[in-house]
């Protein structure tokens, strides 16, 4: 995950990613390895660049208007951006042990 944290928020910022689901996959989006990239300005833009486990995902637009609710929500943010992106195709290998642990991949 490539991180520029130019406002200090990136602590803030993941530990409410923490809280944001796949709704049919009981680990949230950043345990996942969905997010790639996470941006930071000293004028309060927050940037996530992010994946889904697959191109066609049915709760998509939900999963990325959770993610920019709670990016949004952070102290010190007035503006969070949510974009997506396929490259690198996510895969199981991006996953936190953790997030392998819980979803029994060991």
Same mark, same amino acid.
Not at 82 to 92: G, L, M, N, R, T
């Given at each position: ?9 990136? /602590?803030? *910022?993941?530990?409410?990613?923490? $809280?944001?689901?796949? &709704?049919?996959? =009981? #680990?949230?989006?950043?345990? @996942? ?9 000293? /004028?309060? *833009?927050?940037?996530?660049?992010? $994946?889904?486990?697959? &191109?066609?995902? =049915? #709760?998509?637009?939900?999963? @990325? ?42």
């Amino acid at each position: 995950m490539i991180i520029v944290d130019n406002a200090g928020l990136k /602590d803030q *910022i993941i530990e409410q990613l923490k $809280t944001v689901f796949d &709704p049919e996959i =009981p #680990v949230d989006v950043y345990e @996942l390895g969905l997010i790639y990239e996470l941006h930071t300005s000293a /004028d309060g *833009i927050a940037k996530v660049v992010m $994946t889904l486990t697959a &191109p066609a995902c =049915p #709760v998509a637009d939900q999963i @990325l208007q959770d993610v920019q609710n709670a990016v949004a929500r952070v102290e010190g943010v007035k503006e969070a951006r949510v974009e997506i992106s396929f490259e690198p195709a996510w895969d199981k290998s991006m996953m936190s042990e953790d997030a392998k642990l819980e979803l029994g991949y060991f």
